[in-house]
């Protein structure tokens, strides 16, 4: 398929919005009102949006155009989570989540068309990594979302409250992209919500995290999962790059101090790889002097992953662990997982172009060994 020529407004933020309307000769309050129409009021019919002129419509029905992914694939799980698969322009596909609570509706976006981190307890890996979305692919998640749930009867306590950038890819591999599509959630004409209620999710790409924190103040989530290097260059590759001396350094600055605001550290609990007393106890050092709190996470089984999922009581004991040194610690309710929704399952059915399953015995193996030495590390 061949992308349109047109100008897809889905891609601007407000400010960028401003930038097209001046080079069309209007005045900058026209990017407000385009952005209250398509993201505040759902409406992406230039005849409907009568406080634009008729000539300023007519203009912009031969120059631009609202284009959405289409959707494949509509999927229902048994405790009301959803899961959309969306087709993108150029046949690709990428994979968008909403989970109900009682108190509030959290979309899970994704950031680009599979992952290069390539880390190892995480299916959507497999695929390899295709592109990046632009920003209209990524705020269309939320669109969609919003838009599908409102039509839904009865739906008033369906909503999305809060987004999270915990779907396909690593956002800050993505940052120019994301960023305007966090914007146009937090603008009190787009979606309006708080910067507290958009999380973006990363491996600990520090450099672009210390750009992050220079140009966004949306909350900061950090894929940790292992306490310390030589388990966590194998669950989290990217850690070869930045270890995690270099990684608790800026999550210990990256909020001001004078703030009450804490990174979320996510750990998946993998059975008998991360989830031993030690790790719990290293985790405790590591973690000392940084503003954060750990959520705990049940690992998700998907074929040939080689990994199983900690038991209850080795995941209540390692909280135990964390909490007594006051971390503040939950362990996340798993949700989806009937449709493959839940954390670290998207896009679990594509094809293996990492030929990881050939890998798998040479991988466990290593992890043995590495484990191994840390046991006799720790021992002296």
Not at 64 to 69: G, I, N, R, V
Not at 117 to 128: D, E, K
Not at 159 to 179: A, I, K, R
Not at 349 to 359: G, I, S
Request: net charge positive.
């Amino acid at each position: 398929m061949i992308a349109s020529a047109k100008v897809n407004l889905f891609n601007f933020d407000r400010h960028g919005l401003e930038a097209f309307f001046a080079e069309q000769g209007e005045k900058a309050y026209r990017a407000t009102q385009m952005v209250k129409w398509i993201h505040q009021l759902g409406v992406i019919d230039l005849d409907k949006m009568t406080n634009l002129s008729r000539s300023l419509r007519a203009q912009l029905i031969e120059t631009t155009e609202f284009s959405l992914p289409k959707v494949k694939y509509r999927q229902h799980s048994k405790d009301g989570t959803r899961k959309w698969i969306l087709e993108l322009f150029d046949g690709n596909a990428i994979e968008t989540v909403f989970i109900p609570e009682n108190d509030r509706g959290t979309l899970c976006v994704s950031s680009q068309v599979g992952c290069i981190l390539n880390c190892s307890f995480c299916s959507t890996g497999r695929q390899g990594f295709n592109r990046n979305l632009t920003t209209a692919e990524i705020i269309s998640q939320l669109w969609i979302a919003k838009d599908e749930l409102a039509r839904e009867a009865g739906n008033q306590k369906r909503h999305v409250s809060n987004v999270v950038f915990m779907g396909m890819g690593e956002p800050l591999l993505n940052v120019d992209q994301v960023v305007p599509a966090m914007e146009l959630m937090m603008d009190d004409f787009g979606y309006g919500l708080s910067k507290r209620r958009v999380t973006l999710s990363t491996s600990g790409l520090v450099p672009a995290m210390k750009e992050l924190k220079a140009t966004s103040d949306v909350a900061l989530a950090v894929s940790l999962h292992a306490p310390n290097d030589p388990l966590r260059d194998i669950l989290v590759p990217i850690n070869k790059k930045y270890p995690l001396a270099e990684l608790m350094a800026v999550c210990r600055d990256y909020y001001p101090k004078s703030s009450k605001r804490k990174i979320t550290f996510e750990y998946v609990m993998l059975d008998g790889v991360n989830d031993q007393p030690k790790h719990a106890r290293q985790l405790c050092k590591i973690l000392e002097g940084v503003p954060g709190k750990m959520n705990l996470i049940p690992f998700n089984p998907f074929p040939h992953s080689g990994y199983g999922r900690s038991p209850i009581g080795a995941i209540t004991a390692f909280r135990d662990i964390l909490q007594k040194a006051g971390i503040v610690t939950t362990i996340r309710k798993t949700r989806g997982d009937d449709i493959d929704a839940a954390c670290g399952q998207l896009v679990g059915d594509v094809n293996d172009r990492t030929q990881r399953k050939a890998r798998l015995a040479t991988r466990l193996k290593r992890i043995a060994v590495k484990t191994e030495e840390l046991d006799i590390d720790e021992a002296r």
